[in-house]
């Protein structure tokens, strides 16, 4: 029998592969959280023994085995999604690759600890595509975002975000290579002029905290607006450490100043009443 917290599971793990860790911890956000990790365990065990998940071990260069990770099969795509849906590809039912076993384990920190974030002030995560589900274009070519998202405020407005990865592995500057920052951030921009809708590219550096400042620099020169600031980047291991990452200044903008995604702003009634962060109202402010 599914029952409506499986439905919840199936939900998370179509976003992002996960761990029994990091599904413990996004179950937070589950109106029937679960009570212990080997609660957890128990009924990914469980759902993979009927078919409807599948579980691989991460690789590791430590001593002992790498942790599960998990993601759907095609019979809990379709108890999502119905009979008669579009099926998704092979690669997103598939066992991942070793060289994407880091790439995919940090992205699942960093949306588990967005998804937990924003649940805590009562935003709403909107229109969510997962690693390249989203086709955008620039100009005759296109971008395929590692995630995004809206989030969506108590009081009605809505920002977009696409989330990008940085592993360290890419050059920076560079005009032949493809995939390098130059040309990535130059996509970005070039959609940015060609669409109306606004848009923050989030720039999540995993390894090398140093390239962080290098992108934002390149981002900061190439911007053919500068009085709109496209790119915000943060270093993963601060991410993660922030209690409240959407509202404190762990975040960098184009010009490497600190700033937070949003800025909370409590109304004078609940100044008076010296609230606790996560329950201040979500000003209509997005840095």
Known sequence: MVTERDIDIFRSLERTPLTPEQLFRLGAT?????????????????????????????ATTGQGSGPLYYKLTLDAYRILHGHDAT???KRFLQELSIARHHHTRSLADFLVHTLIAADRLRIQITDFHPENALRITAGDRSLFPDASFSLLLPNGFRFTYFVELDNSTEPIRSIERLDSWQQKLHLYYQHA?????????????????????????????????????LVSGVALPEYLATSQPLSSACFHDERNMRMPLLRIVASPNE????????????AAAAC
């Open 87 to 89: 099926l998704p590809t």
């Open 193 to 229: 002029i060609d669409n109306r809708d606004r848009f923050k590219l989030l720039v999540v550096t995993t390894k090398n905290s140093s390239r962080l400042s290098h992108i934002l620099d390149l981002a900061y020169q190439l911007n053919p607006n500068p009085k709109y600031s």
């Open 271 to 282: 100044q008076k009443l010296k609230l606790r962060p996560e329950q201040l109202a979500v």
């Open 30 to 58: 589950f109106p029937e959280p679960f009570p212990t990790l080997n609660r957890v365990r128990r009924r990914l065990q469980s759902l993979a023994g009927v078919g409807q998940v599948r579980g691989w071990r991460y």
